[in-house]
Nanobody
Framework: QVQLVESGGGLVQAGGSLRLSCEAS????????MGWFRQAPGKEREFVSV????????YYADSVKGRFTISRDNAKNTVYLQMSSLKPEDTAVYYC?????????????????WGQGTQVTVSS
């Protein structure tokens, strides 16, 4: 059983930056593809980014491409999401998730473990 704990959320002005972290425990971190998702009030959870087990492959939603960067440190059991040029529409609860599959899925139901989420609020 893998436990995931996100941190790094907060309130930031439009154009600012934040770095989210997600630390894993209870499993072999390097066996999991790791994804970031977000959910705004009244909306469905949506895909943000995913990174492969080794970190060699990444994929982004069009809405964040060029502004967000996903990375991981397998020695620290941690995945990161560096967010820059933030916009008010990026406001949401951000979740990290782990998948046992080698496929880089963008669908939430393909992920096996989830963190509790961290709130990101971008003011205009």
């Amino acid at each position: 059983q893998v436990q995931l704990v996100e941190s790094g959320g907060g309130l930031v002005q439009a154009g600012g930056s934040l770095r989210l972290s997600c630390e894993a425990s209870g499993g072999t971190f390097s066996r999991y593809g790791m994804g970031w998702f977000r959910q705004a009030p009244g909306k469905e959870r949506e895909f943000v980014s995913v990174i492969s087990r080794t970190g060699e492959s990444t994929y982004y939603a069009d809405s964040v491409k060029g502004r967000f960067t996903i990375s991981r440190d397998n020695a620290k059991n941690t995945v990161y999401l560096q967010m820059s040029s933030l916009k008010p529409e990026d406001t949401a609860v951000y979740y990290c998730a782990a998948s046992v599959s080698i496929v880089l899925y963008t669908t939430p139901r393909r992920y096996d473990y989830w963190g509790q989420g961290t709130q990101v609020t971008v003011s205009s």
